[in-house]
């Protein structure tokens, strides 16, 4: 059986399969090791060996690792994969919409600034968001979005899959972590519209 390894830079959502209180969900990055190495970021720190499922985004699928999270000497974890389940992308129906998008970054470096731009497309689990100007570096930004006909607009916390900066715009692929069910519920009415 071949070893599948993300690549350095890759994010991924770290789920304790019994978690305390405040560690229900974790973000990491992949480092560059021979290991299966993560920084957590600004995420809380587990401080015991920890049973956990990570769920890696690749172009095609998402990844759910089943494994350990132990804690290394220097402050980062070492992923022990138990086992690996391919999961079929798109959970939620896709919406090709253009929508007013604002984006702030919560864990960059200097002061908070908003990035205003519009979706190219919504679902219930995300969106791709285009903007002029490239967010200051970080993973997780806050997503505000104005849905047609509705005063009050859907606020997500979001992680930052991807990116991709194409003439003067840049190119946002965003996954929702942390998002009010009635928002979630305001996207799934648009979509079905």
Known sequence: ????????????????????????????????????L?????????????????SF???DALLRVSGVLVAEADGVYELIVKD???????????MEVELAASLVVLDGTGPMISIVGHTQ???AGGCRVQTEQPLPSGRDAMVT????????PVVAQATVL?????????????M?????????????RLIAA
């Open 145 to 152: 979005l104005e849905l047609v006909n509705d005063p009050t």
């Open 38 to 54: 993560l920084d957590l970021g600004a995420s809380p720190r587990p401080t015991a060996n920890t049973d956990v499922v990570a």
């Open 176 to 188: 929702f972590t942390a998002i009010d069910d009635d928002d979630r519920k305001r996207i799934d």
């Open 1 to 36: 059986m071949s070893y599948w390894r993300p690549p350095e830079g890759t994010t991924t959502l770290v789920e304790p399969l019994h978690p305390d209180p405040g560690f229900e969900t974790l973000t990491a990055t992949v480092l560059h090791d021979d290991r299966l």
């Open 57 to 59: 985004f690749t172009p």
């Open 84 to 94: 690996i389940e391919r999961v079929q992308r798109r959970a939620a129906d896709r």
């Open 162 to 174: 991807g990116v991709e900066h194409v003439g003067a715009a840049w190119d946002y692929r965003l």
């Open 121 to 123: 497309n919504v679902s």
